[in-house]
């Protein structure tokens, strides 16, 4: 099975600590755990294979999880294990380290040695549950040594700046689609996590130049289409400025959007205008429209910013474009008054009841220019 989620909510309350317990141990590496809350625990967790990775999503209440060194030599599946605390911290010792570990931060932790992870109890009325992802590798997979990678272990590295908040993006999305993926695909896109894990890796090891030439170019194209999509509203987002900030030649900067559906310029304003869609979308369902516009340079934020891909203006999308007017030919024939685009002014007047041309050839008062065709015969008066 691709993607699994658990839960204990339908448990008696006195069953949930040891149902999570043996869930926990089967998808995570086994460890000894422990709770103070054993009568009011809870838990859900949420499970994708990837390949030969595994992303785990677990929320629970405050537990002390210790992998002891009989568990190790017991049982041990010879993985990396990268955590990122996503709400609440987390405090994780290995190896003679002791970290808290933040909200918003990743760290590395081994199966093959004995480590104690557990989360701060704060204790009192309101007590907010721990949510972390967690991302199995296998040692092997990684294209770094083991003994480069090790010296990562128990040491924190943000997931909201550089290749880490790609890597945490990444996850996120993943999990997300998890329930619609095919096994295929999740083994593709398994590949694609364990790249941009050791891309994060080599670059708090200085080591990217040991990395396979792709997986750099992917993971700078990753960089920069994140690069592109915070600062959308900035009306210096050009080619120019995003290849000065990722100290890369405009020429190669084009060579690595070249197998891409859009050039630079063009992805740029697709995601502009895809981000005010969606805005206008959230205004129009009642969500206010002090975000509209979040994609534009702020000289082009208003009602008059063309959405030339979509075919009309802002003010369009906040309302349903009502039909256009009807009018009646002078054979009997209804037609759109915007139609055809040539005289299109005249059409529009006529649709407002001003007289049509076969009204003004009608009027005595009024001759028919020479070389005009006659239609009051062709109208059956």
Same mark, same amino acid.
């Given at each position: 099975?691709?993607?699994?989620?658990?839960?204990?909510? %339908?448990?008696?309350?006195?069953?949930?600590?040891?149902?999570?317990?043996?869930?926990?141990?089967?998808?995570?590496?086994?460890?000894?755990?422990?709770? &103070?809350?054993?009568?009011?625990?809870?838990?859900?967790?949420?499970?994708?294979?990837?390949? #030969?990775?595994?992303?785990?999503?677990?929320?629970?209440?405050?537990?002390?999880?210790?992998?002891?060194?009989?568990?190790?030599?017991?049982?041990?599946?010879?993985?990396? &294990?990268?955590?990122?605390?996503?709400?609440?911290?987390?405090?994780?010792?290995?190896?003679?380290?002791?970290?808290?570990?933040?909200?918003?931060?990743?760290?590395?932790?081994?199966?093959?040695?004995?480590? %104690?992870?557990?989360?701060?109890?704060?204790?009192?009325?309101?007590?907010?549950?721990?949510?972390?992802?967690?991302?199995?590798?296998?040692?092997?997979? !990684?294209?770094?040594?083991?003994?480069?990678?090790?010296?990562?272990?128990?040491?924190?590295?943000?997931?909201? !700046?550089?290749?880490?908040?790609?890597?945490?993006?990444?996850?996120?999305?993943?999990?997300?689609?998890?329930?619609?993926?095919?096994?295929?695909?999740?083994?593709?896109?398994?590949?694609?996590?364990?790249?941009?894990?050791?891309?994060?890796?080599?670059?708090?090891?200085?080591?990217?130049? &040991?990395?396979?030439?792709?997986?750099?170019?992917?993971?700078?194209?990753?960089?920069? &289409?994140?690069?592109?999509?915070?600062?959308?509203?900035?009306?210096?987002?050009?080619?120019?400025?995003?290849?000065?900030?990722?100290?890369?030649?405009?020429?190669?900067?084009?060579?690595?959007?070249?197998?891409?559906?859009?050039?630079?310029?063009?992805?740029?304003?697709?995601?502009?205008?895809?981000?005010?869609?969606?805005?206008?979308?959230?205004?129009?369902?009642?969500?206010?429209?002090?975000?509209?516009?979040?994609?534009?340079?702020?000289?082009?934020? #208003?009602?008059?910013?063309?959405?030339?891909?979509?075919?009309?203006?802002?003010?369009?999308?906040?309302?349903?474009?009502?039909?256009?007017?009807?009018?009646?030919?002078?054979?009997?024939?209804?037609?759109?008054?915007?139609?055809?685009?040539?005289?299109?002014?005249?059409?529009?007047?006529?649709?407002?009841?001003?007289?049509?041309?076969?009204?003004?050839?009608?009027?005595? %008062?009024?001759?028919?220019?020479?070389?005009?065709?006659?239609?009051?015969?062709?109208?059956?008066?």
């Amino acid at each position: 099975m691709t993607y699994s989620f658990q839960h204990g909510d %339908d448990l008696p309350r006195e069953e949930r600590f040891d149902w999570w317990c043996e869930v926990s141990n089967r998808t995570v590496s086994p460890a000894r755990v422990s709770s &103070e809350h054993l009568n009011d625990f809870s838990a859900h967790l949420e499970t994708l294979a990837l390949g #030969g990775a595994r992303l785990t999503s677990l929320v629970f209440s405050p537990v002390r999880a210790q992998r002891t060194a009989a568990l190790v030599n017991s049982s041990d599946p010879e993985e990396y &294990e990268l955590v990122l605390a996503v709400q609440r911290e987390q405090r994780i010792a290995q190896e003679r380290r002791d970290i808290l570990l933040a909200a918003g931060e990743f760290a590395l932790r081994s199966t093959s040695r004995p480590y %104690d992870c557990r989360t701060p109890d704060r204790g009192g009325p309101g007590r907010e549950d721990s949510r972390v992802l967690t991302l199995r590798l296998p040692r092997g997979v !990684l294209p770094l040594a083991s003994d480069r990678v090790d010296r990562l272990l128990v040491r924190t590295m943000s997931a909201t !700046l550089g290749t880490g908040a790609v890597l945490a993006d990444f996850l996120r999305g993943v999990l997300r689609q998890g329930p619609a993926l095919t096994p295929v695909a999740a083994q593709r896109i398994g590949a694609t996590a364990v790249e941009l894990a050791a891309s994060v890796f080599a670059h708090h090891l200085d080591a990217d130049a &040991e990395l396979p030439p792709e997986a750099r170019h992917r993971m700078l194209l990753a960089r920069i &289409e994140r690069f592109i999509e915070e600062n959308l509203p900035h009306s210096h987002l050009t080619p120019a400025a995003i290849a000065a900030h990722h100290h890369i030649s405009l020429r190669f900067l084009h060579a690595l959007f070249r197998a891409r559906q859009r050039t630079v310029a063009a992805t740029i304003r697709h995601r502009r205008l895809e981000r005010c869609r969606a805005d206008l979308a959230d205004a129009r369902a009642g969500l206010g429209s002090g975000r509209v516009g979040r994609g534009l340079p702020a000289a082009r934020v #208003g009602a008059g910013a063309a959405l030339p891909a979509r075919g009309r203006r802002v003010g369009g999308w906040q309302r349903p474009a009502a039909l256009p007017p009807r009018i009646v030919t002078a054979a009997g024939t209804a037609r759109d008054a915007t139609w055809p685009r040539r005289g299109r002014g005249r059409a529009l007047m006529w649709a407002r009841g001003a007289p049509g041309p076969a009204a003004r050839t009608a009027s005595p %008062d009024r001759p028919v220019p020479r070389g005009r065709r006659r239609r009051v015969g062709r109208a059956g008066e």
